[in-house]
Each structure stands twice: as structure tokens, then as C-alpha cells.
């Protein structure tokens, strides 16, 4: 039976690896921006591939690869698509047994890039849009990744079993002992988005807070996609967390889901990219990581992915509530690489799962 590895796993096997590594130099600065060429795109056309791993949905990511295909013709994109501790593990296994084979990646978890980094594993890339359009705390300022997609952990409440009127509008709101019994939660452990969002949670409102809400037995599931599929079933009122983009989505077909963000803030979970150093495409890799910081590409995660992005470039998408006009509780990779073994454990302990 092959062995699972957690987090805590890998993130040993990587420091081993980093040990085997040259020492990565301290940057003082990002380098200077990569523009889309006439000789960047030759290059990358003469290399005819670039592969991409990534944990956003896979119609998103083959939206973007073909997308990036019919405008550099003669590039294949080959997509590789799973979970972002999926994503981690696979690369910490190829890296340590030296097998390069990714060129550029995405994960919904920013604290991986915080792991990747103190590796020295990532290659310094910075896209022309990166550099003009995107806030410092959306790059890092060595130039190694920046924000591609951002997401979002919301309440939200099935509308044939709750009135807008009854609904929660805070998390203090989902104390009440009438949602005991009827709110369904998603693990940490279990997902880059809801570990983020846990942190925040528990470093904003306090862990007391987390042991009240396990006294109202809560429905625990593992991906924060499941969330808003079980409040369009129906077989939870309520739900405490879940991908904004999915009961978007779900909303968006029909289905009997209203989001709420709650007077608190809402959690934010940044999604990354960045280029390995051992990258076997180079120069695809560069070309393909900077189209997909430009609005034509952003345009594709509003649109397509229903999450959100942080170019000043892009439209909003009809019907949504404004990025700009949602209270949002700062994310912080680094704080949850740190914290992520003991938020996990804690958890489980606090929810006896």
C-alpha cells in the first residue's frame, strides 16, 4: 500500500532536501520585469512545452491552458491537476528524488510558496503586470511568487430552510442555539483554503471562540467544496465555511444557496504562482506564468473560476458583490506554515474529529 504523506511530512523532506542544495543567496530586491517578446515567445515556442501544476478547478485551468495555447501557438500546455496538498507532496517526493519535471505552479495554499522559498527552489520571475499593477503585499519582495488567484472563505445559508431575515450576518451570529445541529464545517487538515481560514479565525476572533462553535455539533467535512454542496442539497441550513467560488457557482445555476460575509471580515486565502529553478521549459515557463498575470487571463478567474483578483485591469462580474466592498481578514502564509501542525491538532481535538 503506498504511504499518504502529511504536511508535517513533507515539509521535513524538503528542509532535508534544502540541506543538499546550494545555499539560496539573500536577495535584496526582485528582479527587473519580464516582458512578453518577440524573442521570449520564440524561445518558448522552440522548447513546444510548459507543464503546469495547479489546484484550481480543472475547467479554470484548461480554460487558461487553451487560452495560452491558440495565443502562442506551438506551445503545448500540459496541466496537472489536484489538491494543494497534493500539489505539495508531489513536488517535495519529485524534488527529493531530483526528478524536474514541473515548470510552473499554483496552490491555493500561499504558506507551500513560504516552504518553496526558504528551499530555494523557486526561480525569481516577475511579470510586467506584477510589477506595475499588483500592491506589495501581493508579490514577494524577492520576486519569487506572486498572487495569481485569491479565494475566500464565506458563510452562507440553503434559502428553502432559513429567510433572509433569520439568516447569520456575523460569526458570532452562528452561536446561537438554533443553528445547533444544522451547520455543516469544513477540517483544516484537510485544505489549504480552510487552514488559512482557521488561523485567521482563531487569531481575530480567539481559540474560545472555535470551543463554542464545537458545542453546536457540527456536520465536519473534509474539502471546502463540500460546504456549498451540502447546503444546495439541503442536508445543512447553514454552513460556517466554504470556497466563495463554489457557492458562486452553485448560486449562479440556480441552486438555493445565499453567501454571507460576515461582519467580522471574511477569511482570504491567497493562491500563488510561481517557477521552479530546475524548471525543464525555461522560457515557456516565464512566458506562461506572465500571461497569466494579464487581464485577458485574470479576466478568466473572475469569470470562469468565480474567485477573485487583485489586477486593477479586470471587470467584476455581474451580480457579485464588489472584491473591493468586502471586509477581509488579512492573510498570512507565513503565520500558517508555522502554526499549521498545531492548528490541525488542536482543532481536532477541540471538534473530536
Not at 500500500?1 to 539573500?26: E, G, I, Q, Y
Not at 501544476?53 to 495555447?69: G, M, W
Not at 443553528?179 to 479565525?201: D, E, I
Amino acid at each position: 500500500m503506498a504511504r499518504t504523506f502529511s504536511r508535517r511530512d513533507v515539509l521535513k523532506a524538503s528542509s532535508a532536501l534544502a540541506l543538499a542544495l546550494p545555499a539560496a543567496s539573500v536577495r535584496a530586491a526582485a528582479p527587473p520585469p519580464t516582458a512578453i517578446t518577440p524573442e521570449l515567445i520564440a524561445a518558448a515556442q522552440k522548447e513546444g512545452k510548459v507543464v503546469y501544476y495547479t489546484s484550481i478547478d480543472l475547467p479554470l485551468a484548461e480554460k487558461i491552458a487553451k487560452a495560452f495555447e491558440a495565443k502562442y501557438p506551438g506551445i503545448a500546455v500540459r496541466v496537472e491537476r489536484t489538491g494543494a496538498e497534493r500539489v505539495f507532496q508531489r513536488i517535495g517526493q519529485e524534488y527529493g528524488s531530483r526528478i524536474y519535471a514541473v515548470d510552473v505552479v499554483n496552490s491555493s495554499d500561499a504558506a507551500h510558496f513560504i516552504a518553496w522559498k526558504r528551499d530555494g527552489i523557486l526561480q525569481p520571475h516577475v511579470s510586467e503586470d506584477v510589477a506595475k499593477f499588483y500592491p506589495a503585499e501581493h508579490k514577494d519582495p524577492d520576486g519569487l511568487f506572486a498572487s495569481f488567484r485569491v479565494g475566500m472563505s464565506v458563510v452562507g445559508y440553503n434559502t428553502h430552510l432559513v429567510k433572509a431575515d433569520d439568516a447569520p450576518k456575523s460569526f458570532a451570529d452562528l452561536l446561537d442555539p438554533k443553528w445547533s445541529g444544522k451547520m455543516v464545517k469544513a477540517h483544516p487538515g484537510y485544505s489549504g483554503n480552510v487552514m488559512s481560514a482557521t488561523f485567521q479565525l482563531t487569531r481575530d476572533l480567539g481559540w474560545d471562540y472555535l470551543e463554542k462553535l464545537a458545542k453546536q455539533k457540527i456536520m465536519q467535512v473534509q474539502s471546502s467544496t463540500d460546504p456549498p454542496k451540502k447546503l444546495a442539497l439541503g442536508e445543512r441550513a447553514v454552513m460556517v465555511d466554504g470556497n466563495e467560488y463554489n457557492a458562486l457557482q452553485l448560486k449562479e445555476a440556480g441552486q438555493p444557496i445565499e453567501i454571507v460575509y460576515p461582519s467580522e471580515g471574511t477569511p482570504m486565502a491567497v493562491g500563488p504562482n510561481a517557477i521552479f529553478k530546475n524548471a525543464p521549459n525555461p522560457n515557456a515557463a516565464r512566458l506562461l506564468n506572465s500571461y497569466m498575470f494579464t487581464p485577458e487571463c485574470q479576466q478568466l478567474v473572475i469569470d470562469v473560476g468565480a474567485l477573485r483578483s487583485v489586477h486593477p485591469g479586470v471587470k467584476e462580474h455581474a451580480g457579485r458583490k464588489p472584491f473591493k466592498d468586502i471586509k477581509v481578514m488579512k492573510d498570512d502564509a507565513e503565520g500558517v506554515e508555522k502554526s499549521a501542525a498545531d492548528i490541525r491538532a488542536r482543532y481536532s481535538k477541540i471538534f473530536g474529529v
